[in-house]
């Protein structure tokens, strides 16, 4: 299980924080406004009232001993690079921020931010590409328990070929691709004999409830 907090409670940080919580993980919510902290209550872990921008309460919360911390702290620019100032400082590992425009994410990624988030331009460009060049991940009607994800390999996966993992037999699972990294490659459909460096992303296909089994093997 892994850790999440979410700061800023507006539509996108509401809607991350109850998909984190529903995939399965620990999710802090965070935000000003008591009503949003309230209605965000049931889907999360924790929710508390908090102003973000100070850091000593900021740095009270633990969050460096978190997998990633979103921030979505709405149209004033300011608020959300002081967050993140703050967040870099306590030793965040993982900052995921919402950017409006191309001077914001400059300054966020100068800040600490370690990856950039444009919602709308990001499901346009998503929905357009899906539209002009369908590919396996947008173009396949997937049921509602199944997934199609990629994964990093776990440890005892490392070092062994797909053979010998037997990936369909154990966990129902398919691995469809693989992403190599050094050197860069994309093998579709990878033969048996492939052996999984730790570098390796899989790209696998599954229920639901078998990816999250092999997720917990990390």
């Known amino acids: 299980m892994k850790r999440f907090a979410v700061i800023g409670l ?6 991350a924080a109850k998909a984190l919580y529903e995939d399965g993980n620990e999710v802090l919510a965070i935000d ?14 924790e929710a508390i009232v908090l102003n973000a921008t100070d850091k000593e309460a900021l740095r009270a919360l633990g969050l460096e001993s978190m997998d990633g911390v979103i921030v979505s702290t709405g149209t004033k620019i300011s608020t959300s690079i002081l ?23 400059k300054i966020l990624k100068r800040v600490g931010a370690s990856q950039i988030i444009h919602p709308e331009r990001d499901m346009a460009v998503r929905i357009s590409r899906g539209l002009s ?14 997934d199609l994800v990629q994964v990093g390999p776990p440890r005892e996966f490392i070092g062994k070929s797909l053979k010998d993992l037997n990936l369909r037999a154990k966990y129902n699972v398919h691995i469809i691709a693989i992403k190599e990294l050094v050197p860069e490659n994309f ?3 990878p033969p048996a004999n492939f052996v999984i460096k730790d ?11 078998d990816i999250k089994r092999i997720r917990a093997l990390k």
Request: aromatic share 8%.
């Open 187 to 189: 093998r579709l459909v």
């Open 32 to 45: 000003t406004d008591k009503g949003r902290v309230q209605s965000i209550g049931a889907h999360c872990t």
């Open 83 to 105: 967050i993140c100032l703050y967040l870099q400082e306590i030793g965040v590992k993982k900052i995921l921020a919402k950017a409006l425009d191309e001077d914001h994410e």
């Open 10 to 15: 507006g539509n996108f940080g509401f809607h």
């Open 199 to 209: 570098s390796d992303i899989l790209i696998m296909l599954g229920k639901t409830e």
């Open 133 to 146: 060049r369908p590919n396996i991940l947008d173009f396949i009607p997937l049921a509602e328990e199944f």
